[in-house]
């Protein structure tokens, strides 16, 4: 009968419903945010003479002592606690004796945890963009390098039209700066205090909610109490946001996967970021964007099962939200690794222009721009230029060779108004550079992206 809440039990738990029960085992993680949330807790209680001085101190230095337990290993976590808040008040207690049990004055577990774990994803809120900027700057460093590589642009995975290595890579980083503004604005949506709202109604203690918004680093205070201690918007906003994101890496992974097959050879992963297989000694597998890709799958799984915890719950704190947690730190943990090792892997890979250039030899990837040249020089309306072209590829493809390797006799025999001057429009080069429209692959719209990327990062201030 050593349950704080015991009072109203005449019979004991059974360790049955301690192991079911209790958070301890993953909510301890948030110590951290829970004693800073305590101290500034108790500081609003002296200044608004709930708590004397000679009580503060004992609690500043209370749990200045439980902090160094816990940071050393000392700190014993039993399940029989329940959860972090009350295995922390417990031993501040044991250690200061009976003010410790002040502490939880105009206080309830349901605003302590919503401090806490608030305080939590807004945090990790910066640290993921914090990372996502490390990644973009990689990103970024490569696309500038090849601005003038050629590689097939493709739709259905067909081979599309001509551009270029930088501007594909620009699509990313494209991806990837929004991903840095979803948790951005997450953080700024979400950056209210709970503290104060006490079990769900409020208190009739005189306190101060301002004061501990601004010592624990808040914009505001929260306008309805029951609201903010059901409310978990903020844990799903994160959970969207690194789904997104890891969307966004799991299509990069399925290139470079792709890329560093045979078929393509586009790319080569270095040593560092690959593996080998355990019975065939020739292979190098793709392991850490499999896996980027895969963890995906985890961390969409997360979201959906928040998402369908909360969507039943009455108003107001219901104890289903404490399964909020364990996915939360998963996809939280996950995405930090990824974003890591991917940069990495990034920063590290070999780019096989040569074979990019080859590949655009195959596919007819200048058909458009012979359709094009009939439109600008003989004004051929597109549709029917369209088909021009198709029979330009379908002639190419009965030689057996590519539309952009076709001589001047056989493009004429295909049409008599194409004249000589078409002959720049089907180079590869020449493709990708008439692609001058805004947000398009010329060489110089993509340096003109690359330094657009560039004045963002250098503006961030995360
Ligand atoms: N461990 C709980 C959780 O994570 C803390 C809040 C408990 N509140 C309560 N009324 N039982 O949700």
Redesign the pocket.
Known sequence: MDKMWSGRFSEGASSLLDEFNA?IMF?RRLYKEDIEGSLAHASMLQAQGILNAAELTAIQDGMAEVLSEIESGMFEWKISD??L?MAIEKRLTAIIGETGGKLHTARS??DQ?AVDFRRYVLRKDREIAQLLKSLLEVVVEIASKHTETLIPGMTHLQHAQPINFGFHMLAYASMFKRDIERLEDSRRRNNVSPLGCAALAGTPHNINREMTAATLGFDSVSVNCLDTVSDRDFALEILFNISTMMMHISRLSEEIILWSSYEFGFVELSDAYSTGSSIMPQKKNPDVPELLRGKTGRVNGNLISLLTVMKGLPLA?N?D??ED?EGVFDSIDTAELSLKILAEALKTMTIKADNMAKACQKGHLTATDLADYLVQKCGVPFRETHFISGKAVARAEALGIDVSAMSFDELQKVDDRIKEDVMPYLALKHSMNARESQGGTSTLRTMEQVVQFQNYIEGLSL
Do not use: A, G, L, P
């Open positions: 958070s909510d329940e959860d808040h577990r349901n945890i704190y104890k939200t404490q947690k």
